[in-house]
């Protein structure tokens, strides 16, 4: 009797979850409230259009589009997406490092954390040199 309530709880939770989660199994509250959607939205048009009005040179737009699209789609990204995909063991790594006595069996154990945070930062200085030369250069 006992297995069966259990089992019956947890298909009620399991039917429970899927309702209340929205598309692609994410969870109706973790959406944007609508306003705050149309409100990313006429924001990115309105800066577009102020942009496109008072530029006459579309190689700086071009330019700086380049600038930072490529240094986050090919550097910030992929870091982010990976610090996200093993945030729990790369939160771990730094609780058995303090373990560890030598410096370099410490920073073994934290290597994919460094490299990750060392590619994240390199991309964001990437799109501050190449939005500075794109401006300069002009």
Not at 109 to 124: N, Q, S
């Amino acid at each position: 009797r006992a297995t069966q309530r259990t089992a019956s709880s947890e298909a009620d939770n399991a039917n429970l979850l899927s309702s209340a989660s929205g598309p692609g199994g994410v969870a109706a509250a973790d959406h944007l409230p609508p306003f705050f959607h149309y409100g990313i939205t006429v924001g990115l048009w309105g800066t577009s259009t102020i942009i496109a009005m008072v530029t006459s040179d579309l190689g700086l737009v071009l330019s700086l589009t380049g600038a930072i699209a490529a240094s986050v789609v090919a550097y910030m990204l992929p870091a982010a997406v990976f610090w996200k995909a093993d945030e729990k063991e790369l939160r771990a790594s730094w609780v058995v490092a303090k373990e560890q006595s030598g410096l370099r069996d410490r920073l073994y154990t934290v290597r994919d954390t460094i490299f990750v945070a060392a590619l994240f930062l390199f991309g964001f200085c990437l799109i501050i040199l190449g939005t500075l030369s794109a401006i300069l250069l002009e």
